[in-house]
C-alpha cells in the first residue's frame, strides 16, 4: 500500500508535458475540412467542365481527385465519439462504391450532368446525417 501511495506521488509529481501543438484531433478536423473544401472545389468545376463541353478525361481526372481527397478524408477519425468515426468509415465506403459506380457512365453532356448529380446525391447521403452547417 506505501509503495502504492508514493508510487501514486511520484506520478503527480511529474505535469503532464504541455501539448506542442494543436490537439491531434483538433488538427484532424481541420485537415478534414481542408479535405472537403478540395473535394468541393473538385466538384463544382466538374460540373463547370461538363458545361462546357471539356473532353471526358478532363472530368474522370476529377473523379480521380475526388476519390483521391474523400480516401483522404476516410482515414481522419476526428470525432470525440468513436461511433461516429466508425459510421463515418462506414458512410465513406458507400460514397465510394457509388463514385466506382457512376464512373462507368458516361462523362459528356446532359449523361455527364445526370452523372455529376448521381454524385452530389451519394455527398448529400453522408452530409444529411453528419454535416450541421
Ligand atoms: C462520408 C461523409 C461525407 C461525404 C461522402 C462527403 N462529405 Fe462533405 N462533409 C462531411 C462532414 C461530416 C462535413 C462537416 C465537417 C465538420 O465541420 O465537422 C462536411 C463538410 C463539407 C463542406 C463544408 C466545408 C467547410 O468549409 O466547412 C463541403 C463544401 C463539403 N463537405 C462538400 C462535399 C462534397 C462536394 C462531397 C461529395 C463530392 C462531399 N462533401 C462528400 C462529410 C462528408
Known amino acids: 500500500m506505501a ?3 508514493s508510487l ?7 505535469a503532464p508535458a504541455p501539448p506542442a501543438g494543436p490537439a491531434p484531433r483538433e488538427e484532424m478536423a481541420r485537415q478534414y475540412t481542408r479535405l472537403m473544401k478540395s473535394i468541393d ?5 466538374l460540373q463547370a467542365d ?3 463541353g471539356k473532353p471526358e478525361a478532363e472530368a474522370r481526372a ?3 481527385s475526388i476519390r483521391s481527397l474523400a480516401e483522404q ?3 481522419l477519425p476526428y470525432r470525440a465519439d468513436e461511433a461516429e468515426n466508425r459510421d463515418l468509415a462506414f458512410q465513406f465506403a458507400a460514397f465510394l462504391d457509388a463514385l466506382k459506380k457512376v464512373e462507368q457512365s458516361p462523362w459528356t453532356g446532359a449523361e455527364g ?3 455529376w448529380r448521381t454524385v452530389g446525391t451519394a455527398c448529400a447521403a453522408c452530409h444529411n446525417l453528419y454535416r450541421k452547417d
Open 113 to 115: 450532368l445526370r452523372s
Open 8 to 14: 501514486l506521488a511520484a506520478c503527480g509529481d511529474r
Open 3 to 5: 509503495v502504492l501511495v
Open 50 to 52: 461538363l458545361a462546357d
Open 41 to 45: 472545389l473538385q466538384f463544382e468545376n
Open 62 to 64: 476529377r473523379l480521380g
Open 73 to 75: 478524408a476516410s482515414r
